[in-house]
C-alpha cells in the first residue's frame, strides 16, 4: 500500500511518527493471512498470562453474560477470545493493506447467503446488520462485490490508522457517512432508494442515541438508530456474519433472519428484539465476539461495573 503524500483534507502533514506507523502497517499487511494468525496466537497467550487489562474486561463480561457458566469455562474462553482478538485485529490490516479481491477470494465458505442476495434487491432497501462479531472488515470487501453499501465510519484519533483505513476503503464500492446527523440522513436516503447500507448494532451509543433494552438479560444502553431506520423504510434486514475457517481455509460468511420483532412499531420491542438477535449469534461461539469491549459500562440496574 502506497503511504499518502503528506495532506488529507483537514489535517497537517503526516509526522515522522506518522509515516513510521503507516510503514508499520503496511510491513504487517504484506505479511501471509497465516503468518498473521499464528501471531495473533502468540500475542493473545501472552497477554491471556495476565489477569488485570483486556482479560480481566472480557472475564467480567462473560460472567455477566454466563453467569451458570463454570470458571474453568469463563478462563477457556477468555483465553480464546483474547488470541481471536489479536487475530482479527492483525487480520484488519491484511485486508486493509490488500486489494479486495484478495478479501473476496478468502471467503471459501457460505451459509444461507441467499438471504442476503435476495435481500439486497428489495425496492425498500436492505439494511445489513453486522455485529462485531468474527471478522466484519474482510466482510466488507464481499459485500461491496454485490452493491454500493453507504456505511457510517469514524475517523480514527490515531492519524496514520486513519489513513490507512480510509486509502483501504476507498477501494471499495462503499461511500463512507459520518457518525453524525448528516450521515444518519445520508443512510435514510439510501435505503429509501432502495439502496443498501451496514450497520454494527451492538456499541454503546450516546446518550440521545439509545434506550434501555435487555441483553443477556441485563437492561443495558442500547442503539436506536437500526430501528428507527427500520420503522421510517420497512426496508428488508439480514444479519451477516464472517467466521474464521480452521485449518487456515479462509472464512465463512453467514447470513440469516433478524428476530422479527425488529420490524415492530414500538421502538423498545424493535430494540429488544436487535438485541436478541445479537445475543443468538454470540452464544453460538462465545470466541468469536469482541468481549474486549465495556458494552456494560450503562446499564439500568447495575451500577460501576467495570469498577
Not at 482478538?85 to 447467503?113: C, H
Not at 429488544?272 to 468469536?288: F, G, H, K, W
Not at 468481549?291 to 459500562?297: G, M
Request: hydrophobic share 40%; aromatic share 10%; glycine share 6%.
Amino acid at each position: 500500500m502506497s503511504v499518502p503524500e503528506l495532506q488529507t483534507e483537514n489535517t497537517l502533514p503526516l509526522s515522522v511518527k506518522d509515516r513510521l506507523s503507516l510503514k508499520i502497517l503496511g510491513f504487517f499487511s504484506r505479511l501471509s493471512l497465516a503468518s498473521l494468525q499464528y501471531l495473533g496466537l502468540l500475542i493473545g497467550s501472552i497477554v491471556a498470562w495476565f489477569p488485570q487489562g483486556p482479560a480481566w474486561v472480557i472475564r467480567r463480561n462473560l460472567k455477566l453474560c454466563f453467569p451458570e457458566q463454570s470458571e474453568r469455562w469463563i478462563n477457556d474462553i477468555t483465553k480464546r477470545n483474547l488470541i481471536y482478538t489479536a487475530q482479527t485485529a492483525l487480520e484488519f490490516t491484511k485486508t486493509w493493506g490488500m486489494s479486495p479481491q484478495y478479501s473476496i477470494e478468502q471467503m471459501t465458505e457460505f451459509d444461507n447467503i441467499e438471504l442476503f442476495l435476495e435481500a439486497i434487491k428489495s425496492p425498500k432497501g436492505c439494511l445489513v446488520i453486522a455485529p462485531h462479531y468474527g471478522n466484519w472488515e474482510f466482510m466488507n470487501s464481499w459485500v461491496s462485490q454485490h452493491a454500493n453499501p453507504v456505511i457510517m465510519y469514524k475517523p480514527s484519533k490515531n492519524k496514520s490508522m486513519d489513513i490507512f483505513v480510509r486509502e483501504a476503503r476507498t477501494r471499495l464500492s462503499t461511500t463512507l457517512a459520518p457518525t453524525d446527523e448528516k450521515g444518519v440522513k445520508a443512510i435514510f436516503k439510501t435505503l429509501k432508494s432502495g439502496g443498501v447500507s451496514i450497520l454494527l448494532p451492538d456499541h454503546t451509543p450516546h446518550d440521545n442515541g439509545g434506550i434501555f433494552a435487555p441483553f443477556f438479560g441485563i437492561s443495558v444502553w442500547s442503539g436506536i438508530l437500526a430501528s428507527k431506520l427500520i420503522q421510517k423504510t420497512k426496508c428488508e434486514v439480514v444479519m451477516l456474519s464472517c467466521t474464521q475457517r480452521s485449518g487456515g481455509l479462509g472464512f465463512k460468511i453467514t447470513a440469516e433472519k433478524i428476530d422479527a420483532n425488529v420490524y415492530s412499531d414500538d421502538l423498545l420491542t424493535s430494540v429488544s428484539a436487535m438485541n436478541r438477535s445479537v445475543e443468538t449469534l454470540i452464544r453460538r461461539d462465545p470466541t468469536q465476539y469482541q468481549w474486549v469491549y465495556k458494552r456494560f459500562k450503562k446499564c439500568e440496574t447495575l451500577k460501576n461495573v467495570y469498577q
